[in-house]
């Protein structure tokens, strides 16, 4: 049975604010932590929990809007934005947490087929940390299983990440530290602040450079010592 998960909504509208509280209580599958009319009250609120799976976001909020909200955020949880303006669509779906849009006025069976995607995302994760270290990245709003055995290494691109595996290549909306996260932390090294690599996958080490396949990766100055501490006990 699916353990129920913690939410909140934040929505500068009361109405849709009081509509999708009681859509969340009809659910099933959602405890509400919390409502917001604000994403000032939003933000405090969550710095102070830990434990919220599912935020329910209205885009355009005066002072900060959903999306500012989302960039000033460094956690990983589902964001569902909820506006009546559409054309923020294709930008929101770049962001990888974000699994839904929600063009106001919101039906509740809209709302249903979001939570069918609520439960086979978190079906996912479940899954996921159970058997394997894989974790899923969304591509062109696409969930895409991502086995760490084939990732040769990672590098920050501006305000995405370049995903190098074996035989593909993504570029992700995320930052090298929230990748980092997912990696597992005996085989994946930080080398420099702009790269993460599978020391699994290292050909040659010299003059403070790492060949790794056909790339050749810089080991930052401020993270030599460490590298070198930890190749020594591989």
Do not use: W
Request: with cysteine; glycine share 2%; hydrophobic share 40%.
């Amino acid at each position: 049975m699916m353990q129920n998960l913690n939410c909140i909504i934040i929505d500068d509208d009361k109405f849709f604010l009081k509509l999708l509280t009681r859509y969340c209580e009809r659910s099933n599958i959602l405890n509400v932590a919390g409502s917001f009319d604000n994403a000032l009250d939003g933000m405090k609120f969550l710095k102070s929990r830990s434990d919220i799976d599912l935020i329910f976001l209205d885009i355009h909020m005066p002072v900060i809007s959903g999306i500012d909200l989302i960039d000033s955020l460094d956690r990983e949880c589902m964001f569902i934005l909820t506006t009546a303006d559409e054309t923020y669509a294709l930008q929101a779906y770049q962001y990888p947490y974000v699994i839904d849009y929600l063009l106001k006025p919101i039906s509740e069976e809209r709302f249903a087929l979001s939570m069918d995607k609520v439960k086979r995302i978190h079906k996912l994760d479940i899954n996921t940390t159970e058997t394997d270290n894989s974790f899923f990245v969304n591509v062109n709003k696409r969930l895409i299983k991502i086995n760490p055995d084939d990732v040769l290494y990672i590098q920050a691109n501006g305000d995405y990440i370049d995903l190098f595996l074996k035989k593909e290549r993504y570029l992700i909306h995320s930052t090298v530290k929230r990748i980092l996260d997912k990696l597992p932390e005996d085989v994946f090294i930080r080398v420099h602040r702009s790269y993460i690599i599978n020391s699994r996958e290292i050909i040659d080490i010299q003059d403070n450079t790492i060949l790794l396949a056909k790339k050749v990766i810089p080991i930052g100055r401020s993270y030599r010592k460490a590298f070198y501490d930890r190749i020594q006990k591989l």
